[in-house]
């Protein structure tokens, strides 16, 4: 039944990729960086103490934060990157997020095993916070490699 259920979560969530990249055609990386942010800080600190019903529907808003999410980063390098490097600035961002994903999850055991899933959803909830704070930091327009070549001249 919890598979099933994360199942469900997962394949619902995913959708946000789609929505997120209409975003990006028609919104500044930006303000879409901001509102993924916002949402995972919600959903994400609102999880504490649920179960059931509540906790899925929860589960719902945080993963359509966090599946939101990618395509952001993707679309960053593509339009900041130029071609002869884009193709390395994308195999060092898959070797940090593997290696991140390698590190995370000996982490989360120790977290849940030590404090429970309510101190890691916490703990998730500030890791948005530092996201959103990066996402603010972001210039309201990304440059584009011609800008990065014509100023470098």
Known sequence: MIG?????????ASIAQLIVGLMLDRF??????????VIQIIFFSAMPGLVDG???????????????EIPINDYMIGKTASGPYRARIYGVRYVVSFSVLAASLPLIGFVYHNWGFDTLFRI??????????????????????????????
């Open 4 to 12: 099933s259920m994360a199942f469900i979560v997962f394949a619902v």
């Open 28 to 37: 500044s990386t930006r303000f879409v960086f901001l509102m993924v942010a």
């Open 54 to 68: 509540p906790a899925l529907a929860m589960a719902f808003g945080f993963m359509l934060g966090a599946f939101g």
């Open 124 to 153: 998730l909830a500030g890791a948005a916070v530092v996201i959103l704070v990066a996402a603010i930091a972001l210039p309201k327009k990304l440059p584009t490699p011609e800008t990065n070549l014509t100023a470098a001249e």
